[in-house]
Nanobody, 125 residues
């Protein structure tokens, strides 16, 4: 499966953005999907994941209550709705997919199998 993320941009603190990730070349509904991010000078970190059926989600503590991950199997797309953005959310955001159907929290440590190119989100104070 190939992944293409979009929707990044420059916003002010408190604003919202919605990232999208379109999957192609595979059966979208077979994959757990996730979002990760990498801030300048930092390691890549887990943000959120949704399981293959869309029935379960998991979030990093730093975004819980502000970000929402969702998926649309008809459009082969996973979304990340980001509200109340903070300067510390500034990062390149990556979409990822994994067909292993692990416990979603497991992806925090092990990452996911397939990665797309990132989209930059910059939040100014």
């Amino acid at each position: 499966v190939q992944l293409q993320a979009s929707g990044g941009g420059l916003v002010q603190a408190g604003d919202s953005l919605r990232l999208s990730c379109v999957a192609s070349g595979g059966t979208f509904s077979r994959y757990d999907m996730g979002w990760f991010r990498q801030a300048p000078g930092k390691e890549r970190e887990f943000v959120a994941a949704i399981n293959w059926s869309g029935g379960s989600t998991y979030y990093a503590d730093s975004v819980k209550g502000r970000f929402t991950i969702s998926s649309d199997n008809a459009k082969n797309t996973v979304y990340l709705q980001m509200n109340n953005l903070r300067p510390e959310d500034t990062a390149v955001y990556y979409c990822a997919a994994d067909g292993r159907h692990l416990e979603l929290g497991t992806y925090i440590e092990y990452g996911m199998h397939t990665w797309g190119k990132g989209t930059l989100v910059t939040v100014s104070s």
